[in-house]
């Protein structure tokens, strides 16, 4: 066991776009090899030191499942590094880092990368049941009249496509009628979801003007020529209004919904990671540790009540297991799926219902500082691709609160399944 705390010595991700534009010839590996090439070789890291590397991914690439694996072995690094590939949903890059964090504390490891990509340009294309079995079938097949055999039961209704659905399974909502259903069970109003959207543009639009998030990322040449180099998030507006924000119409429920293309976050491509190492070993090879691993904590409810309050559980474990409350934070990062979402959750952190029924406690959990929240902007903003948005908020917040020379942060995601994560930095 090291006596030390985990540090994140640095962290770097791709620039973010939508899906289906400037990286839709890319694959999910080959964004995440472009940001962990450049964390290499920014943080000069002796490759050799690294001994461990986890990365998630939701939607998995069919052709190389353990994503890690193949980042190690496509960037040059020593292969005797072994690597796994995780998926919490929307938290997968939280969980990298958990995992990576949860070696250096027992002692297994000193060193390890943790991040994750996702690529919904490149999702895996499956045929139908029928269509898939007849495949199967004409593969055994010993003769050609076997092999046209093996097709006959297919249907003209069989040969249809299908893609993932950004669907919880347990219930079939999307995720999208999954935050409407939240702003409509917790009251909060389309205007309330456009304020939370508009300030993730102007705090994102602000924090790439001024440097800092450009800072963290790394051009990404894309094919055929590798001329062009993607080096800005193509999502962000600059002149996002409320004005702008209300005049679009509602997409999961049309006639009563709240929830538009506005407030949620656009599918999108795009991959980061992070340098972890216990601190002794980040000071024996000169580092200065942006901040330091203090505590996390996940959690589930049940997807078939309001399927994204599991920050609402995590945020109160991990400040509890940290020994600290929501007033000593300089800082706080929460994933925004959906702005319905996120004003659902302080919600609950600041109701004292919540804290009773969900909780146990006598007493709401505190109050979110707005001034403190997402002040470099967030999914809304920036995109969300699902496997590698843990990473994104981590580096940020790690960078912040070191720019700020501040003692805590918190972040929080909200993921598929119900589920929550939440970890507080210190420095
Ligand atoms: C909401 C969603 C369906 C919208 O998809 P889409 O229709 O392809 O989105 P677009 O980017 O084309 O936006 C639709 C329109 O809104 C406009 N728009 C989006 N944000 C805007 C903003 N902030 N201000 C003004 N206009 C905006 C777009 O310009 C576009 O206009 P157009 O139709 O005139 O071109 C999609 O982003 C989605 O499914 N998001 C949720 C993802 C999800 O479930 N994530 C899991 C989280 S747990």
Not at 305 to 320: F, V, W
Request: proline fraction near 5%; glycine fraction near 8%; hydrophobic fraction near 45%.
């Amino acid at each position: 066991m090291t006596n030390g705390r985990v540090a994140i010595v640095a962290g770097c991700r791709t620039p973010f776009a939508k899906s289906g534009t400037v990286y839709r010839d890319l694959t999910a590996l080959d964004l995440a090899k472009a940001c962990v090439r450049e964390l290499v070789e920014r943080t000069e890291v002796d490759p050799g030191a690294i001994d461990y590397a986890v990365m998630g991914q939701v939607i998995p690439s069919v052709k190389a499942p353990n994503l890690a694996r193949e980042v190690v072995l496509g960037t040059g690094l020593p292969k005797g590094i072994p690597a796994h590939t995780v998926n919490r949903a929307c938290a997968s890059a939280s969980e990298a880092i958990a995992e990576v964090a949860s070696a250096i504390m027992a002692g297994h490891i000193e060193a390890g990368i943790a991040g994750g990509a996702e690529s919904l340009s490149d999702v895996p294309i499956l045929h139908s049941r029928k269509m898939a079995q007849a495949f199967v079938e004409a593969s055994r097949a010993r003769s050609p009249f076997a092999r046209l055999k093996a097709f006959s039961k297919v249907r003209l209704r069989d040969l249809a496509p299908e893609a993932p659905a950004i669907a919880e399974p347990s219930t079939g909502l999307t995720m999208g009628e999954s935050a409407e259903k939240m702003a409509k069970e917790n009251g909060i109003t389309r205007e309330e979801q456009d304020r939370i959207a508009f300030l993730s543009h102007m705090n994102a639009a602000a924090a790439t003007a001024d440097g800092r998030l450009t800072a963290e990322m790394c051009a990404v040449l894309v094919p055929p020529r590798y001329e062009v180099s993607v080096t800005t998030d193509n999502l962000l507006r600059k002149d996002a209004s409320m004005e702008a924000l209300a005049a679009l119409p509602a997409v999961f429920d049309r006639k009563y919904g709240t929830v538009t293309a506005g407030n949620a976050s656009p599918l999108t491509d795009g991959a980061a990671a992070v340098l972890l190492m216990s601190e002794e070993k980040a000071k024996s090879e000169g580092y200065e540790p942006l901040a330091y691993i203090r505590s996390w904590a996940v959690a589930a409810v049940d997807p078939g009540g309001q399927l994204l309050m599991g920050p609402g559980i995590a945020i109160p474990m991990a400040l509890d297991r940290a020994r600290i409350g929501l007033a000593d934070l300089d800082l706080i990062d929460m994933h925004e799926a959906f702005a319905a979402q996120v004003a659902s959750n302080i919600q609950a952190l600041e109701s004292e219902t919540w804290a009773r029924e969900k909780l146990g406690r006598s007493k709401p959990v505190g109050t979110v500082d707005r001034d403190r929240l997402n002040v470099c902007g967030g999914s809304i903003a920036l995109g969300h691709p699902f496997g590698a948005t843990g990473a994104r908020i981590t580096t940020t917040l790690a960078n912040e609160l070191k720019r700020r020379n501040g003692a805590f942060g918190l972040l929080s995601v909200c993921a598929q399944g119900g589920m929550g994560f939440a970890m507080v930095l210190e420095r």
